[in-house]
């Protein structure tokens, strides 16, 4: 299904994607919940033990700096994908302080407010930064030292290079199969279906309710988890061809280039999203697929927490009416307002 064609295909239009009604809206599941963003806002919803569903709304404070970045391709992804992190931390930081002891949010509150933000401030950065250089340690360095092993027997620098891919896709592989069957981050990737089917529904032109965001698809091509595979399938391109003697030096190249590959990553992603050209979708499927193990099929109450969240950030209603009415215009019926969107349909920004 085609939502949103912005102009008729020409031949070399056909190779490089066809324009799709961009809702540039985003998110991402947390503890019991959902947040999503859209331009300088952003609102986690989440559910409270009692049933209730609080909404924190917030304006994004986004520097000068950041915004001078934006308009400069592979920059702009190194920037947005740091400022995903910080943002998807804090929010999930938010998130978990409903759930903590009676104790440890009496002496959370008794705390001066301005100590206290500091205090999450601190904790927020260094979360960061360990997180980064763990992520670094086992996604990087690991592969690069393992794939050694291999130099006994063959002496082809690319070949080693293309061993090194593989093993950095397989770790990434097992991590994600190996925390997708613990019990607390099932109900986390259940929430995370939840923001891709509310997206999902949005954009194919249907009413945002709860019966048509579950019959929408749990899968997006710019989720964080296509991202991700972008980064490994980029640094197996990337690194293939820089050779040098040194193992040092190749180790130090490696960490001085993560920047430029989670750069094309993000321009990679950011494209996908925005075409529904039948060669991009292909190259979508491995992402796609991934989703089935970082997404599950959430229940009504996580739908409404996922729709509470959309509605705070983002006016879906004249976007819905846009979308039904540049289909139409482009000669085709809605198939989204009268049937399940099939999970070969999908899209998404940071999720």
């Given at each position: ?21 961009y ?11 959902v ?44 920037v ?24 440890e ?47 006994r ?46 997206i ?25 988890t ?16 820089i050779?040098?003697?040194?193992r ?82 482009a000669?085709?019926s ?18």
């Amino acid at each position: 299904m085609r939502v949103g064609t912005e102009f008729c295909l020409s031949p070399f239009a056909v190779f490089i994607g066809e324009k799709m009604k961009y809702s540039g809206i985003g998110g991402q599941a947390v503890m019991e919940g959902v947040m999503m963003k859209n331009k300088d806002f952003y609102a986690v919803a989440v559910r409270k033990s009692d049933g209730e569903i609080v909404v924190d709304k917030k304006k994004v404070k986004t520097q000068a700096a950041v915004e001078a970045v934006q308009k400069i391709p592979i920059v702009r992804g190194v920037v947005n994908f740091i400022d995903s992190l910080y943002l998807g931390i804090g929010s999930l930081m938010y998130s978990s302080t409903f759930f903590e002891e009676d104790e440890e949010e009496k002496k959370k509150k008794e705390e001066d407010p301005e100590k206290a933000k500091k205090k999450e401030h601190a904790m927020m950065g260094t979360t960061l930064f360990v997180s980064l250089v763990i992520a670094i340690l086992i996604f990087m360095v690991l592969p690069y030292y393992l794939s050694t092993f291999f130099s006994r027997w063959i002496s082809s620098g690319i070949v080693l290079a293309l061993i090194e891919g593989v093993i950095r896709l397989l770790i990434f592989f097992g991590y994600i199969l190996a925390i997708s069957k613990m019990k607390d981050i099932q109900r986390v990737f259940m929430y995370h279906g939840a923001e891709h089917k509310c997206i999902n529904c949005i954009e194919h032109g249907l009413d945002l309710n709860v019966e048509n965001v579950r019959k929408s698809t749990r899968l997006h091509k710019r989720c964080g988890t296509s991202f991700l595979l972008f980064v490994v399938l980029v640094s197996i391109v990337l690194f293939a061809f820089i050779q040098v003697d040194s193992r040092v030096l190749r180790i130090v190249l490696r960490l001085v280039l993560i920047p430029v590959v989670a750069g094309i990553a993000y321009e990679l992603i950011r494209f996908a999203g925005r075409s529904d050209n039948p060669v991009v979708n292909f190259l979508s499927k491995p992402g796609l697929a991934m989703q089935h193990l970082t997404t599950k099929e959430p229940d009504d109450s996580m739908i409404e927490v996922g729709i509470a969240s959309v509605e705070a950030v983002f006016d879906w209603r004249p976007y819905v009416k846009e979308v039904r009415g540049e289909t139409e215009e482009a000669g085709e019926s809605c198939a989204a307002c009268d049937r399940t969107v099939p999970e070969s349909s999908v899209e998404e920004e940071s999720a």
